[in-house]
């Protein structure tokens, strides 16, 4: 299979699990912000870490078929590359909250947009990268 069909098979594969992951994440993050009237950015971080633990086992046995031996060591990295991409995803939440006056429901639409990509790169590129990947 070539490396641009494989790579796009991953990517769906991803979505798959990042759809039900997300959707998961969502409905946290808009209940405790609208029924439970919690503030954003920690209600934006409950839910995105609730489909952590979810993600992580069906990308690394689904999506990127992982192989690692170390799975402490590789979940270690999964779990950097969440932070990083929650991190970078809670600051653009906050700036088109604040600097675009968007509702937060609709900017925690584009906050997620922007994660699944860092997430998809990261998990790829850091965290299930095989020696064949690289070539």
Known sequence: MSKYKHTTRQF??????????????????YILIDALEYPY????VIGYL????????????????SKEGKKV???AKYLSVYMASLVLSSFFLDFLVKYFEIHPALAGVFAIGLST???FLGSKFLVFR????CY
């Open 12 to 29: 769906k594969r991803f979505l798959i699990i990042g759809s039900i992951g997300t959707t998961i994440n969502y409905s946290i993050y």
């Open 130 to 133: 095989r020696i064949s990947d």
């Open 73 to 75: 060591y590789e979940f």
């Open 41 to 44: 950015i920690p209600s934006f």
């Open 117 to 119: 990509v860092t997430n």
């Open 50 to 65: 609730s489909g952590l633990l979810f993600g992580y086992f069906y990308n690394r046995k689904w999506t990127f078929a």
